[in-house]
């Protein structure tokens, strides 16, 4: 066994539940953390998780000092920074495995290195439930549909055995290695937009338990039902947590477990994280998944290329509310409630008929927890072009989406202040107020908010007839 061990940090940044930190500490006198920042992974294609980042290195950071480990940053390519280990180092390698077929591609690359270069290392689960190669249909191909699925992957997973304790030790004093290390700051974004992040998120371990304790004892109840309201915290909030590793997969499944009285909100809230084991068992079964449509038949889908309506979506500047509301909590906060990014996506697929990969690249640069594999398989599941994804002929109407699910209109006058005066008739209609009216209430629709880009009845139509050419 070598002296030293470096835990290679990625999406782990956890005491609790982390397999290669506790190996590494349990094995080795001395122990390094690393992380190492590839900014061809993030620069615009992933600045707002820039923010989130550069946050858990800095409390992370504090957090192994406690064990006295030292975390060290460097920026680089991984694949540079570990050819540049020799055996004479005396230095074993750790980390936790990711799910994602690009990352997973690159982690054998760094494994030849280590081959080559004679030097120890091992990999450990990552954060899932199951890896994707234990759950297959009986002839052991995979699945294609989630209710059998999940079905499939629940029991397996409770199958397992019981799960370890990954205890961290504390070492005897901090080590470095790494010389030309970066200050967690160094990854903040340029544009200073995530500054207003910090006023919705405080981004910790102790804080991923705070609100999953707060799940357990207040939400969860009434999950099932409230997980529908945006303008309601009826969700758990976890996802930035969850893609950051400050939480694993495997403590909130325990922690729901233990609940006595396990009802519909219990079932719906484990679904949920099912739905996210079967993206990651999609991208890794069919990669294709990554590069474009799955259902290849809608390579030929009538895309409409218009720079202006991609604007004004992005901007929440459609000129319907439920939508227009969404896209600016998602600028605003990082995060986007789950129903409201399914009305977003499909208005910018199905009323403007504009590719879902635009609106993929747009969460994946703004999403705090953007996640390849849910945000990919989630996007073609609303477009109609994934695995059991949503029909495309089933179009949502955004404004009956609103009336529906935000009636009185408090979620869109959240986002929406220059709509505040709208009674709750027109919140989700406001281009229906008469002229007087408008003036009355100094809200003139086209001045102080825009009128509907596209016409819902006459968009839906046109949407309809495009995807009957398909079938042609
Ligand atoms: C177009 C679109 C893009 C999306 N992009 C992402 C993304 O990049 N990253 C991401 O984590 N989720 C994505 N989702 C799924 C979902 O919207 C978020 O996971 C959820 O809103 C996160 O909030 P929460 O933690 O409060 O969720 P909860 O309702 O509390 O759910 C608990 C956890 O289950 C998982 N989960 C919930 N819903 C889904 C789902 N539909 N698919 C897969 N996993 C789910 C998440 O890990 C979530 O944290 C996307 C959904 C849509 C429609």
């Not at 956890?14 to 122990?31: C, D, F, G, M, W």
């Not at 981004?203 to 999950?223: A, F, H, P, Q």
């Not at 219990?266 to 991208?283: A, D, M, P, T, V």
Request: charged share 30%; hydrophobic share 35%.
């Amino acid at each position: 066994m070598t002296k030293y061990a470096i835990t290679w940090l990625r999406e782990d940044f956890r005491i609790e539940n982390n397999p290669a930190l506790s190996y590494a500490t349990q094995n080795h006198e001395k122990v390094l953390a690393l992380y190492i920042y590839n900014k061809n992974d993030f620069d615009n294609k992933r600045e707002a998780q820039k923010w989130w980042l550069s946050k858990s290195l800095e409390i992370f950071k504090i957090e192994l000092s406690k064990y006295r480990i030292n975390l060290q940053i460097i920026e680089g390519d991984e694949l540079d920074v570990f050819s540049k280990i020799k055996k004479k180092d005396d230095i074993s390698i750790y980390w936790n495995k990711i799910y994602e077929p690009d990352v997973i591609a690159k982690g054998k690359k760094i494994r030849d290195i280590f081959i080559k270069n004679q030097i120890e290392f091992k990999y450990f689960k990552g954060n899932i439930l199951n890896e994707f190669q234990e759950v297959t249909k009986n002839d052991g191909t995979p699945f294609k549909v989630f209710t059998p699925f999940w079905k499939n992957a629940e029991q397996k997973f409770l199958s397992l055995p019981p799960k370890k304790k990954y205890v961290i030790k504390k070492m005897k004093k901090p080590i470095s290695f790494f010389k030309n290390c970066i200050d967690p700051k160094n990854i903040l974004p340029k544009k200073n937009w995530y500054k207003k992040f910090e006023n919705y998120w405080k981004v910790s371990e102790t804080e991923s338990k705070k609100i999953l304790n707060n799940l357990i004892d207040n939400k969860i109840r009434e999950y099932g039902t409230a997980r529908d309201y945006p303008s309601i915290e009826g969700t758990s909030k976890l996802s930035p947590y969850i893609k950051h590793g400050q939480i694993h997969v495997n403590t909130i499944w325990q922690k729901c477990s233990e609940i006595k009285s396990k009802g519909n909100g219990y079932r719906k809230y484990i679904n949920e994280l099912g739905w996210r084991e079967f993206s990651h068992s999609l991208i890794n079964y069919f990669p294709e998944f990554l590069k474009g449509n799955y259902r290849k038949e809608f390579d030929k889908f009538p895309w409409i290329k218009n720079e202006k309506f991609l604007k004004a979506w992005k901007s929440g500047m459609t000129g319907y509310p439920i939508v227009d509301a969404g896209m600016r909590e998602l600028y605003e906060t990082g995060w986007m409630h789950n129903r409201i990014r399914m009305v977003v996506g499909s208005f910018l697929v199905k009323h403007l008929r504009i590719n879902w990969t635009e609106g993929e690249k747009y969460f994946r640069n703004c999403l705090l927890d953007f996640n390849k594999a849910n945000n990919i398989a989630q996007w073609q599941w609303v477009a109609g072009c994934g695995a059991d994804a949503a029909p495309y002929f089933r179009i949502f109407n955004p404004i009956l989406q609103g009336e529906k699910f935000d009636k009185e209109g408090k979620y869109v006058k959240k986002w929406i202040p220059e709509l505040d005066k709208v009674p709750q008739k027109f919140i989700h209609k406001p281009w229906e107020m008469e002229l007087n009216f408008q003036e009355d209430i100094k809200t003139i629709i086209g001045k102080d908010y825009p009128k509907p880009i596209v016409t819902h009845e006459v968009a839906r139509k046109a949407a309809l007839s495009a995807f009957q050419q398909l079938k042609s």
